[in-house]
Nanobody, 117 residues
Framework: QVQLVESGGGLVQPGGSLRLSCAASGFIFSYYTMTWVRQAPGKGLEWVSSVSFGNSSPTYTDSVKGRFTVSRDNAKETLYLQMNSLQPEDTAVYYC??????????RGPGTQVTVRS
């Protein structure tokens, strides 16, 4: 069965950095586009970034362009999200999801990212 486990979240000051990881199992990781989504307190699910199976043509929501970088290691079946210049509005639970963005696609339990001074 599909398993996705996120890690790397935490508390960071504005301007700081975090690197999220998502360990995948139960499916052929290299076959799928993978996606990061987030949910801020009291808000709906928001697409953050996606990367194709070939690690090419990553896409980002406008609010994170130039600050976040998505990557993947197909040999390790792991998805990453490098987050720099973090701002309070980036505070959310971050989830990795299999496939392009869809609220119904499988995703992990999430990792909390909190940005405050």
């Amino acid at each position: 069965q599909v398993q996705l486990v996120e890690s790397g979240g935490g508390l960071v000051q504005p301007g700081g950095s975090l690197r999220l990881s998502c360990a995948a199992s139960g499916f052929i990781f290299s076959y799928y586009t993978m996606t990061w989504v987030r949910q801020a307190p009291g808000k709906g699910l928001e697409w953050v970034s996606s990367v194709s199976f070939g690690n090419s043509s990553p896409t980002y929501t406008d609010s994170v362009k130039g600050r976040f970088t998505v990557s993947r290691d197909n040999a390790k079946e792991t998805l990453y999200l490098q987050m720099n210049s973090l701002q309070p509005e980036d505070t959310a639970v971050y989830y990795c999801s299999r496939g392009p963005y869809s609220p119904t696609n499988p995703r992990g339990p999430g990792t909390q990212v909190t940005v405050r001074s």
